[in-house]
C-alpha cells in the first residue's frame, strides 16, 4: 500500500515499484502497463498521481508511450537471434511443411523474471510460481552429519589441495550407477559425468552435439529456462506441442524432414508443466524417429524422485545408445549443493567431458563425497520417500483449494505442479498478483514464444493455504469484471 511521506511522493513510490519491477524483469520488456485508470483503482490513488509516476518512467527510459494503446516496457534494442518459432502449414499439394519466422529476442528475459523472484524474495507467504519445495520441508540432520563425515582433517586435505578427478567423485558415480539401475537405466561409473546442478549437464550436452544455427526439438509448452538458454547459444528452436502420452509425434515428423534436428530435449516423467509422463508406444516411436533422422535426445529427468520407478523413460528403453540422462538433487535435497550430473552413450563419454573441462574444470569433490553417503546410507532414499507422502497430502488439499476456487486443471494433477486453468490472462494477473507478496508461474512463460495465457502453473507444497486461494480469485474476478464492463 503506498503511503505519502515527507520524504516521498505517492507518484515517486508508484514509479519507484515499476522500477524495481522492471529491473528484476517481474515485467519484461514488451509488458504493458495498466491504464491510468486500472493503476489508479488498484492502488488506491488518483488517476493525477499515476500520470506523475508514468512521467517519471518515461523520463527514465524504462517505458514508452504507444500513441492510444497505453504504456510498455522499453524492448532491447533488435539484434540477430538464433531461435526460430516453426508454424506448420499445408502447402497446394497437401503435403505439410514449416514456414520460419525469427522472433524477437524474448525468452531470455522473461524466463529469468521467476528464478529473479526465487532469489530475491518477493516476501514471506508461500510462492506459488516457485519451482522449488519451501526449505522447511527440505530440512534435516543426515546433510549436516555427510558433510562433516567428508570434513575431517585428512579428508580435506586429501581432497581439497588439488583438483578432483575430471568426471567427478568415482565413490558419488558409483551410487549414482547403482541409483540409475533401479530405474532400468543401465549406464558404468565410466559411463557418468557429474556437473554444478541438471542445468549445467544440460549446457554440457548442448555445447558438445549443438553448433549456433543448429535445429532443436524442445517439448512445448516447456521448461522455460531451456528456451531460453538454448536461445542464447543460438540454437534454433522447434517447439513440439506435448500430449497426455508424450509429443505430438507427427509434428517431429515433420520437423525431421524440414529441418533435420540434432537434438530433441524430453521430460518423459511428471513433465514441467503439465505432469504428463510418457507412454511405451510414444517412446518406442520416438526412438524410431532418432534411428531414421540421426539426431540425439536427451531426456531431463529432474523429477525423478516424486515419481514411480517404473515409469516410461526413454533412456531405459534405448540403453543409452542416442539417449543422454540428465537427473539432479536440487528438487528433492539441497538446491545450494549443485550437484547434476549426466549418464551417456560410451562413445560421447570424453567428448561431453572435454567439454565439462573447458567449462568448470572439475566440480567440488566435498559435496559430491557427502552425497554419496547420503545415497549409499539410503538416506535419500527415506528422505524422498517422506516428501513423497508429505507432497501427497499438500496436492490433495491444493486441488480442492482451486476448484473451490472456480479453477479447473488442464492436465491431472500429479507430481510437484499443477496445470490450472484461470480463464483470465495470467501474465496480466501475475502483476497485480505481486502486489499482494504473490510470485505466479504464468503459462506464456512455458512457450517458446511468449503469447498471452489463461493457464498458470502451481507448485502444490506452495498452494494449500486458503489465503492464497482467496486472494487470487478476488483479483482474478476484478479482472474478469473489468473485460466484461469493456466488452460492453
Keep these: 500500500m503506498l503511503m505519502k511521506t515527507a520524504a516521498q511522493s505517492l507518484a515517486e513510490q508508484l514509479a519507484a515499484l515499476f522500477a524495481q519491477r522492471i529491473r528484476d524483469r517481474l515485467l519484461a520488456p514488451g509488458a504493458r502497463l495498466p491504464s491510468v485508470r486500472l493503476c489508479a483503482q488498484q492502488q488506491g490513488v488518483s ?22 494503446r ?41 524466463a529469468t523474471a521467476l528464478i529473479r523472484g526465487m532469489f530475491k524474495g518477493v516476501s ?69 559425468i557429474t556437473t554444478v546442478g541438471a542445468t549445467n549437464a544440460l549446457d554440457v550436452v548442448s555445447r558438445t552435439l549443438l553448433r549456433a544455427g543448429d535445429y532443436v526439438m524442445v517439448e512445448e509448452p516447456g521448461w522455460a529456462i531451456e528456451f531460453a538458454r538454448l536461445d542464447s547459444l543460438g540454437m534454433r528452436i522447434l517447439p513440439v506441442p506435448r500430449r497426455a502420452d508424450g509429443p505430438d509425434l507427427e509434428v517431429m515428423a515433420r520437423y525431421c524432414e524440414a529441418h533435420r534436428p540434432k537434438l530433441f530435449v524430453s521430460v518423459s516423467v511428471f513433465h514441467n ?22 539426431f540425439h535426445i536427451v531426456e531431463d529427468d529432474t523429477y525423478s524422485h516424486f515419481a514411480p520407478e517404473h515409469a516410461t523413460r526413454l533412456c531405459a528403453l534405448d540403453g543409452l545408445q542416442r539417449t543422454i540422462y540428465v537427473g539432479g538433487f536440487a528438487k ?37 563425497k557427502a552425497l554419496a553417503w547420503c545415497i549409499d546410507q539410503g538416506q535419500l532414499r527415506r528422505h524422498a520417500e517422506r516428501i513423497r507422502t508429505q507432497l501427497d497430502g499438500a496436492r490433495a488439499r491444493s486441488v480442492k483449494l482451486a476448484l473451490a476456487h472456480g479453477c479447473t486443471f488442464a492436465s491431472d494433477p500429479v507430481g510437484l505442479f499443477g496445470w ?30 511468449r503469447t498471452p495465457s489463461s493457464l498458470m502453473r502451481i507448485n502444490f507444497a ?9 486472494t487470487f480469485a478476488r483479483l482474478r474476478d476484478e479482472q474478469l469484471g473489468k473485460a466484461t464492463s469493456v466488452a460492453k
Design 332 to 368: 528433492i535435497l539441497a538446491p545450494n549443493w549443485r550437484v547434476g550430473y549426466l549418464a551417456a552413450p560410451k562413445d560421447l563419454a570424453e567428448r561431453l567431458l572435454d567439454t565439462k573441462l573447458l567449462s568448470t574444470l572439475t566440480t567440488p569433490a566435498l559435496l559430491e
Design 124 to 192: 514471506n507467504k508461500p510462492q506459488p510460481g516457485m519451482g522449488v519445495l519451501p526449505k522447511e520441508w527440505l530440512q534435516s540432520t543426515f546433510l549436516a552429519t555427510a558433510v562433516r563425515r567428508s570434513c575431517s582433517v585428512e579428508a580435506l586435505n586429501a581432497f581439497s589441495l588439488q583438483y578432483g578427478e575430471p568426471a567427478g567423485d568415482i565413490g558419488l558415480r558409483r551410487a549414482l550407477s547403482t541409483k540409475l539401475a533401479g530405474l532400468s537405466v543401465h549406464a558404468a561409473p565410466e559411463q557418468i
Design 420 to 449: 490450472v486453468e484461470t480463464g483470465v490472462d495470467t501474465d496480466a494477473l501475475s502483476q497485480r498478483m505481486l502486489d499482494e507478496g504473490y510470485l505466479l508461474a504464468p503459462g506464456a512463460l512455458f512457450h517458446a514464444q
Design 70 to 110: 497505453g504504456f510498455y516496457v522499453r524492448e532491447l534494442p533488435s539484434v540477430a537471434v538464433g531461435s526460430a518459432q516453426a508454424a506448420i502449414e499445408s502447402g497446394a499439394n497437401g503435403v505439410a511443411h514449416l514456414m520460419l519466422t525469427v522472433p524477437q529476442r524474448y525468452a531470455p528475459l522473461n
Design 462 to 470: 506452495s498452494t494449500q493455504e486458503a489465503q492464497f486461494w482467496k
Design 273 to 294: 508443466p503439465t505432469g504428463f509422463c510418457l507412454s511405451p508406444s510414444s517412446a518406442y516411436r520416438i526412438l524410431q524417429l532418432a534411428n531414421q533422422h540421426d
Design 47 to 68: 488517476p493525477s498521481t499515476v500520470v506523475g509516476a508514468y512521467d517519471q518512467l518515461l523520463a527514465q527510459g524504462l517505458v514508452e508511450a504507444r500513441k492510444n
